[in-house]
């Protein structure tokens, strides 16, 4: 998968949680990763929950929730994605649309999660 598909699903997903409304303008790709995590946005944000020790998934930054949520999908419905893909994307992602700190946040997240998903 491209970056540039992740990149317009966070961007889908961000404005997703931020106005609680619907995705659009996606196509291919990127499309199927937005609405598949819209899809299981319960099941995802129950995972992260219990793996996160300190921040609840709605106190995250909107950012970082929505780079957690679509790593974490990918790494449990997009099983042909290596688990190393996933996890250095979401960190570039944190990265580039957050703060330096958030790459660490998430990957220290992916780490925990990785181990029980793959």
Do not use: C
Request: aromatic letters at 6%.
């Amino acid at each position: 998968m491209t970056s540039d598909a992740r990149e317009r699903a966070l961007q889908a997903l961000y404005e997703f949680d931020l106005r609680d409304g619907e995705i659009r303008g996606l196509s291919g790709r990127a499309e199927r990763l937005a609405s598949g995590v819209i899809e299981h946005i319960e099941e995802l944000d129950g995972t992260l929950d219990g793996v996160s020790k300190r921040w609840r998934v709605a106190r995250m930054a909107p950012i970082d929730r929505a780079v957690l949520r679509l790593a974490l999908f990918e790494l449990r419905y997009e099983p042909d994605t290596p688990t190393s893909v996933v996890v250095a994307e979401a960190v570039r992602l944190a990265k580039k649309y957050s703060t330096e700190r958030s790459g660490a946040f998430v990957n220290g997240i992916l780490g925990r999660i990785s181990q029980s998903e793959r």
